[in-house]
């Protein structure tokens, strides 16, 4: 594997210095990329990019030749082992993810296989490797996966919810069913990613997009224990380097010091929490990772300019900080005022590493 | 007026001795109680129970009649306010609230008057002095507003949203337009909420729904300062006695502190933080309103149970608790479940209150 010649994802997230504060941008690759368009366009709809080694890496690059990204991210879904576990994972325009089968019993979560990720998730074991030959080792590349309870809560509902009712009934009904279904999610997430993490990844990002809606008893139980059972289970060290890892949970702010015990690396920030103050409080334990609202992008250059500045200031002097959204790039968004955001935080921050 | 029969709830939020923790819960008259949905059958829809203050003192009741309840609210919408501005309330069955017109534009914003409330929200004060008529003292009457941000959230969305992108947009793009909107909601909500305590109610809370889809940063510009204002501006005595405000951010919990330094005598707190937690950050200024995950109700007597001697364990001895749901009750939920959670509050929390 070539060397890498921008490391300053990975040093920030070992807390090591760096000239800069590194960027990248959930959902770089996606819809508020007419390239990106038009490549979906051309194969038909998003799975069909996913599946196809080629068409993910190409979309996984395009990002990187527009705007001075500091990592790459896979090209995929969070939903894609629960579709590999034979749900059949399908997407209706405006709709976002469904599955063909849902898990409600106890019976469905037995009869889930957990997924071989060569055998039964080659496709995205292809993508990482052609992503890194493309790349080059111009910068490191993120693999990743949905958490246990957020993949659980769209099994059970078959799709997204807003009151997760079914899963929520589960949990509390019959936790023992949950929490078989969860340690299978565990076991599988883990074998992906360290699947994703042989075929070349450099770090990797667990997404609990959804284990903000539980109480934080019930986060302590169904979400994060699940998520410590990952991170035990990780390959650490690849090719002589240490590959780190991203918890992120939205709206997991009051959860913080929690969060930051379980082992990773960074640890992600929506952007409800203010990233100076959640520095106070774990800062010493972990990198953190964000976080401006998506919808900032939707203003004007300047006002974008002085948020990164603020955000930045928040953090305050020295190493641990890979700036982010604190969500997924949002469709509408103008792709120049991602640039604008991009430069910004290399333009402003290079202050707090002298 | 009569004498109140059951004050506990009064008490509680004034940090006074009660004998047990009083329970409410958010939308106590809705669509899980059959009563409920075959009034709004007869009356045709929801409008239309709200607008008739018989009908909407009728449903007001409903709850009441099945569940030791310790206090009514008022059977109305958080809407009803740019409602009367002249937008246009709307319902679209599974489509939520829906507003004919917007507000987008400085001219939209200048366009807008601020209603009287006893002329153009007569229905509303006409269904209170129904209810504490029909209430004779049974408990006491809880009247609502949705905070300024919240407003114009739906007022710029016309409806509800996932991302809030038109509303943030103006926030952050002309942030004079939307403080011009914000100031002219504050004096609107304050007037209503004033003309509610005039027709006789006891108590008023102010839901910010959406201020959780903010920054910090941004809350602290867009959100509290405007709940500042109407708990500076309402009436805080009425009858002899103390009319205390209830504040209510969902997802407000990184916030606590600033929260709970606004005035009111109480703040509601989402499932989302631990109320023994909560309590310790700010307990000493204010009551605190929750929190148990509406979604509990889905599970069995015994789970609910627990999880109410678990929510009353981590609050702990003494005054300032007012039981209730973190949010609204769930259409689907079975209505002895509510009875389960409601009866278990008063058994359970006689034991913190010696």
Chains 1, 2 share one sequence.
Not at 3 to 9: A, G, H, I, V
Not at 60 to 77: G, V, Y
Not at 288 to 305: C, K, S, V
Not at 323 to 339: D, M, R, S, Y
């Amino acid at each position: 594997m070539s060397e890498l010649k921008n490391d300053r994802f990975l040093r920030a997230l070992l807390r090591q210095p760096v000239d800069v504060t590194p960027v990248w941008m959930m959902r770089q690759a996606g819809r508020y990329l007419p390239e990106y368009r038009a490549t979906r366009a051309k194969a038909g709809d998003f799975m069909a990019v996913c599946t196809n080694p080629e068409l993910a890496c190409e979309v996984t690059m395009q990002p990187l030749e527009r705007f001075a990204l500091d990592a790459a991210i896979l090209f995929s879904d969070i939903l894609t082992v629960p579709d590999a576990m034979g749900l059949g994972l399908y997407f209706e325009s405006g709709e976002g993810p469904r599955f063909r089968k849902t898990v409600r019993t106890e019976a469905d979560v037995n009869a889930l296989p957990i997924p071989d990720p060569e055998k039964d998730l080659g496709y995205v074991m292809d993508a990482v490797r052609t992503i890194r030959r493309e790349l080059n080792g111009r910068v490191p590349l993120i693999g990743f996966s949905g958490s246990p309870w957020t993949l659980a809560t769209y099994m059970i509902e078959g799709g997204s919810s807003k009151d997760f009712r079914f899963t929520k009934t589960l949990a509390f009904e019959q936790p023992q069913v949950m929490h078989a279904l969860l340690e299978k999610l565990a076991q599988s997430v883990t074998a992906y990613l360290n699947g994703q993490i042989r075929a070349g990844a450099q770090a990797v990002q667990i997404f609990d997009t959804w284990g903000g809606a539980l109480s934080h008893a019930a986060y302590l139980e169904f979400s994060l224990p699940y998520m410590q059972k990952i991170v035990d289970g990780l390959i650490r060290e690849n090719d002589g380097r240490r590959v780190p890892v991203i918890v992120f949970t939205k709206n997991g702010g009051p959860w913080l010091e929690q969060i930051a015990a379980v082992g990773a690396e960074g640890v992600g920030l929506d952007w409800t929490i203010d990233i100076g103050a959640a520095r106070e409080r774990v800062g010493d334990r972990v990198a953190l990772q964000g976080n401006m609202d998506p919808q900032m992008l939707f203003a004007n250059p300047e006002r974008i300019r002085t948020e990164v500045k603020n955000i930045l200031a928040s953090y305050g002097n020295g190493n641990g900080h890979v700036f982010n959204l604190g969500h997924g790039i949002t469709p509408e968004v103008n792709p120049e005022h991602a640039g604008v955001f991009i430069d910004a935080v290399h333009e402003f921050s290079a202050q707090y590493h002298q």
